[in-house]
């Protein structure tokens, strides 16, 4: 007896099907769109189970290291992004970083409204275009232009929905929205990524929600400030806040030394949520990354395997942990420090205080509130604040 293999359609109905039982997809409207696009035509190099699979990413263009340049994200993130954005019949939008099949499901949206994906990359554009073309979904028009400048001049959308990790936002995406417009973008801060769906507030803007996500980086004038340096072999740190010193040699030698331990006492939980209450509080923030041999060698904690949030100073840092204890709370773990170098001892009492702060004011989903404001930054930083090119973010916590 053989097993028959999945049609495309079956395969298709279980996704949305999944989709909905992890809430990704809550709409009516956001269903029929992924029921109706036939996601492996737009990837017609991977097999129909990538193609059909909730969490994977489908590459589309890789650089001369073979890393990604441009892909078709995960359906959970661009089902979890269409249910922020609102996206209803009759509108106009934008839709920065093409793949194509992101723009047909748009495009089931809107209706008679109009579809504009727009790329840096041309061959990234020639590719959704002959997708879109052979699918049926002509009508999306398609432009080649860097996003940081060429969205001005295509008019006024009532969407613009980025599907590339953006660190800034040009001004001509505000500018571009309607009076009622939502923009949502996958917003980086330190190296750490939420998809934020944000509508006017006065000059600026205001998020209305905030989402777990990663994204290739946007390419082009708007691109990340890249600062990196290596500790050691597997061990980075990266940071784009100008305040944050990064000496490889002088923290290199902090985490070749002796290592300092400190516990909180608070709950560990919903890490995500505090990952990104560190990012933004921490007085001088990096993200610290570790590969798995060296996670396995005791050097360093699994929680710098994806990056964690992390406090240098010129000869030191310090970053989180933790540990089971049932004390805490419900998740069973409590929050802690590592922290190596000279002045360990008072970057770990640093962490360790805004760790405490988290677990007792405001440990919950959906307790930040995201605002992009336009122009210089207040001088020096306060807390929750990051500087950025155009503008900056402050976030404030309730």
């Known amino acids: 007896m053989t097993l ?4 495309p359609e079956v395969l298709r109905a279980g996704m949305v099907a999944a989709l909905r039982d992890e809430d990704a997809i809550v709409s009516s409207s956001v269903e029929a769109a992924f029921t109706a696009v036939p996601r492996h035509q737009f990837a017609p190099e ?16 890789k650089d001369e290291h073979g890393l990604d340049m441009s892909v078709i994200s995960a359906a959970h993130l661009q089902a979890v992004m269409l249910e922020q954005a609102g996206v209803e019949p009759g509108m106009r939008v934008l839709e920065i970083g093409s793949g194509g099949y992101n723009a047909a499901l ?7 409204g109009e579809v504009v994906t727009l790329d840096i990359d041309a061959d990234v554009i020639a590719r959704a275009r002959q997708n879109l073309d052979a699918t049926g979904y ?11 400048t060429g969205v001005a001049g295509l008019g006024t959308f009532d969407r613009i929905i980025a599907t590339v990790a953006t660190w800034d936002i040009p001004p001509p995406w505000i500018s571009a929205l309607s009076e009622k417009g939502r923009l949502v973008t996958p917003l980086t801060v330190c190296g750490t990524t939420r998809s934020v ?9 205001v998020s209305l929600s905030y989402r ?6 946007l390419q082009g004038e ?9 500790l050691r072999d597997g061990v980075a740190l990266q940071s784009d806040n100008e305040e944050a010193p990064l000496d490889a040699k002088a923290l290199g030698r902090a985490l070749a030394g002796g290592r300092l331990e400190q516990w909180t006492g608070a709950a560990y939980d919903l890490p995500d ?4 209450f560190m990012t933004l509080n921490l007085l001088s923030p990096a993200r610290l990354h570790a590969s798995k041999d060296v996670i396995d060698s005791g050097l360093m904690e699994p929680s710098a395997r994806l990056g964690v949030a992390t406090l240098v100073s010129d000869d030191s840092f310090a970053y989180r942990t933790r540990r089971p204890n049932p004390a805490t709370g419900t998740a069973g773990f409590e929050s802690g420090v590592v922290a190596h170098g000279p002045q360990a001892e008072e970057l770990a009492k640093q962490y360790a205080e805004l760790l405490r702060r988290w677990a007792a004011d405001h440990q919950r989903r959906g307790a930040a509130t995201i605002r992009y404001v336009p122009g210089p930054a207040p001088s020096p930083l306060p807390p929750g604040t990051a500087r950025k090119r155009h503008g900056h973010v402050a976030v404030t916590w309730a």
Do not use: C, N
Request: aromatic fraction near 6%.
């Open 46 to 61: 991977a097999t129909l189970e990538a193609a059909y699979d909730l969490h994977g990413i489908l590459p589309v263009k």
């Open 106 to 112: 748009v495009q089931e949206l809107v209706g008679d």
């Open 212 to 217: 777990l996500s990663h994204f290739v980086p």
């Open 222 to 230: 708007g691109a990340a400030p890249d600062r990196k340096i290596m």
């Open 4 to 7: 028959e293999t999945p049609t």
């Open 273 to 276: 949520e505090l990952e990104w």
């Open 138 to 148: 002509g009508r999306v028009k398609s432009v080649v232009a860097d996003a940081e």
């Open 197 to 205: 769906a944000f509508e006017r507030d006065g000059d600026g803007l």
